[in-house]
C-alpha cells in the first residue's frame, strides 16, 4: 500500500487559538475499530455536559478531507456528542482490502461502522460535500437508520454536467494520470503544494487574512492525508457520478441543507432544486461563503444545525 505519511492530531499545528475553544482537547478522545477487517481511526467529541437534549451527531467529511475539516463545527456544538471517522482511503483510517471505494461501499461501511459502536436510530447523521453524497444514498438505503439527515454544502447535480464540467474533466485527468504515472511523480503530482494551494484558495471565499492562512495550513497538512493512489481515484470517481439528488424523492425523513451562497461548487440554485424533491426539507443558505462552510461560517453551521435538532428531536 502506498501509504502517505501525514501529522493526524485531534486539533492541528496549523490552527491559531482563535480558531478553536479552550474546551475541545478535554472533550476529544480519538479511537480506533476493525470494520469488514480494516481499521478505521475516529474521534468522538463527548459534550461539555449532557443533558436531555444532547444528541449523537455521526460525521462524514468529504473528498480528500478527514475528521479535521469539520472540527471547528464540532467545537462549536459542546452540548452534542460527535463521532467523527476518517473514511476508509482517508485521513490515518486504512482503504478497503478488496472492495471498490464506491458511494454504496461507503454506504455500507456506515452501517458497520454504527453497528461497531452501537449507534442506534436516534443518531444525526451529517455529511459534507462528497460525504453528503454517501450520507444521503445510506439515507435512502437504510429506512430508518437515522434521524434527521444534516447535509452540508450538499452535490445536487452531476459533476460532469452544466458550466464545470470542463474542469471536473481535466480534474478526472489529474487524477487518472497520478494513478498511471510511476509512483513517486504520481504522488508528486498529487501532493504538489503549487496545485493544493490553488485549489484551496479558489474555495476560500473569506477575506479574513489570518482565517485564510488558517484555511490554507488545513489544506497543506491534510490535504494529502490519503492511503493510496488507487483508492483515491476510485472515491473521486465515486464523487462526481453521484449526488443527493439521486435519492432525493427517497429521503422521507427530515433533511436539512445547508448552503453556501456562493458555492461554485454546489451552487445555490441547484440547492433550490434539490430541495424541492426532498419530502420534507430545509434549506439554510449562508451568504457570503462559498464551499467552506465548515471553515468559513461554522458557528452559523452550528446555529443551525441546533435549532434544526430541536426543531426535531430524538
Known sequence: MEKVDTAHNSGSAQAPRRFFSSSLPGRTRASDVEVDGCTVAYWTYEPVKADDKTRTILVIHGFRGDHHGLLRVADLLPEMRIIMPDLPGFGSSEPFLQDEHTVERYGNFISGFMAALGLGPSTV????????????????????????LILINPIAAPALEGPKGVMTKLAVFYYQASAWLPRRVGLALLRNRAIVRIMSITMAKTRDKQLRRFIHGQHDAYFSAFADRKSLLEAFKASVSGTVGDVAGQLHLPV???????????????????????????????????????????????????????????
Open 125 to 148: 447523521l451529517v455529511g459534507h460535500s462528497f460525504g453528503s453524497i454517501v450520507a444521503s444514498h445510506f439515507a435512502a438505503a437504510h429506512p430508518g437508520a437515522v434521524h434527521p
Open 256 to 314: 436539512l441543507l445547508i448552503a453556501g451562497e456562493k458555492d461554485e461548487i454546489a451552487t445555490l440554485p441547484n440547492q433550490h432544486k434539490l430541495m424541492q424533491r426532498l419530502p420534507n426539507g430545509k434549506l439554510v443558505v449562508i451568504p457570503g461563503v462559498g464551499h467552506l462552510i465548515h471553515y468559513e461560517t461554522p458557528a452559523r453551521a452550528a446555529a443551525a444545525i441546533r435549532t434544526f435538532l430541536e426543531e426535531h428531536p430524538a
